[in-house]
Nanobody
Framework: VQLQASGGGSVQAGGSLRLSCAASGRTFSSYAMGWFRQAPGKEREFVTA????????YYADSVKGRFTISRDNAKNTVYLQMNSLKPEDTAVYYC???????????????????WGQGTQVTVSS
């Protein structure tokens, strides 16, 4: 599976962005999908994840209520709608795909088998 993230950019605090992650191949629906981010000088952190059929979603506390993950299996794409952005949301955002069936590990980066190249999100105050 190859993942291509897009939609990053620069916005002011309070603004919105929508990230997309397009996957190659015909087995997209067999993968749980996640978004992670890494700010300069910081470790990569979990942002959100969605199960294979979209029935369950998981969020980091820092983004709950502001970010929404969704997927369209017909289009092999996962989305991250980011609202009420804050300067601390500034980071490179990565999408990732996980084959494992155990959803309890979706907050852990090592559960993911494939990663996209990342897209920069910059939020100014």
């Amino acid at each position: 599976v190859q993942l291509q993230a897009s939609g990053g950019g620069s916005v002011q605090a309070g603004g919105s962005l929508r990230l997309s992650c397009a996957a190659s191949g015909r087995t997209f629906s067999s993968y749980a999908m996640g978004w992670f981010r890494q700010a300069p000088g910081k470790e990569r952190e979990f942002v959100t994840a969605i199960t294979r059929n979209g029935g369950n979603t998981y969020y980091a506390d820092s983004v709950k209520g502001r970010f929404t993950i969704s997927r369209d299996n017909a289009k092999n794409t996962v989305y991250l709608q980011m609202n009420s952005l804050k300067p601390e949301d500034t980071a490179v955002y990565y999408c990732a795909a996980a084959r494992a069936q155990d959803n309890s590990w979706l907050r852990v980066g090592t559960s993911y088998d494939y990663w996209g190249q990342g897209t920069q999100v910059t939020v100014s105050s």
